[in-house]
């Protein structure tokens, strides 16, 4: 089997931010996400829940496997039982998202998707972020507008936390003591400078050699080129 390529490194880097959480709901927003949900399902972790994102459970294989009517997806969502993998317009150091507008929100220079139901996805569950395109735009050292609430914003809500944040050069987490953004693995072929170049703020770094994300293993691959995404639609959202 042909060596596994950056998209299908963040294929795993996505799948393992769903890694131990038992039956909650996984909400993949974006490709990489959903074939990385559909991946950890299939391998080690089994008991998550798929949505069609309508009212539907679904199998890895798309197939129905139950009913997910809107009052049970809502008592799923403010109860810490789902975990949302969403994107950013705008991160910054704290996991503050913006998806909303960039510039001054009364008069802004390019409108966006709009709040939507960042405030609450972000508030009631965890919430993961996945990046295709890492750059100065995206990693800023504050966000124009607040609309995925950050750990400096959250106040301390019960269910309030940001697993890791993907993006096509690494993953990130907030493990520090002032919840500022880490730098947790880079992907092959990556360097520290490149990161540092791309990003707007500095992010805190492990003091010896930074890992690099887990290679997938000759099963996941399989999973991935044969089962989930036999057509290769990955490579469209980052390079091969």
């Excluded at 927003?29 to 998550?48: N, Q, Y």
């Excluded at 129905?64 to 969502?77: D, F, K, N, Q, S």
């Excluded at 360097?191 to 990003?199: G, H, M, W």
């Amino acid at each position: 089997m042909t060596e596994a390529t950056r998209a299908e490194y963040c294929v795993i880097a996505c799948a393992e931010a769903w890694r131990g959480n038992g039956e909650v709901l996984a909400s993949p927003m974006g490709l990489i996400p959903s074939i990385g949900a559909r991946l950890a399902r299939l391998t080690f972790s089994p008991d998550l829940l798929l949505t069609d994102g309508e009212a539907t459970l679904v199998r890895p294989d798309g197939t129905t496997e139950g009913w997910l009517p809107y009052r049970r997806h809502l008592a799923l969502v403010t109860g810490g039982r789902r975990h949302v993998m969403m994107g950013a317009s705008q991160i910054d150091r704290y996991g503050n998202q913006n998806i909303s507008c960039i510039g001054d929100w009364a008069r802004p220079r390019r409108q966006l998707l709009g709040v939507r139901g960042a405030p609450v996805n972000t508030l009631n569950n965890p919430t993961s972020y996945w990046v295709p395109r890492h750059s100065r735009r995206v990693f800023v050292e504050r966000v124009d507008m607040v609309c995925g609430v950050g750990y400096d914003h959250a106040g301390g809500a019960r269910y309030h936390r940001i697993p890791r944040v993907v993006s096509d050069l690494g993953v990130f987490d907030f493990g520090t003591p002032d919840h500022s953004m880490r730098l947790v693995s880079l992907h092959p072929g990556v360097t520290l400078d490149q990161v540092a170049e791309a990003t707007s703020f500095e992010l805190a770094v492990p003091d010896d050699d930074v890992p690099r994300t887990r290679p997938p293993t000759a099963e996941e691959l399989r999973l991935i080129r044969e089962v989930i995404d036999p057509e290769n639609i990955r490579v469209k959202e980052v390079g091969a």
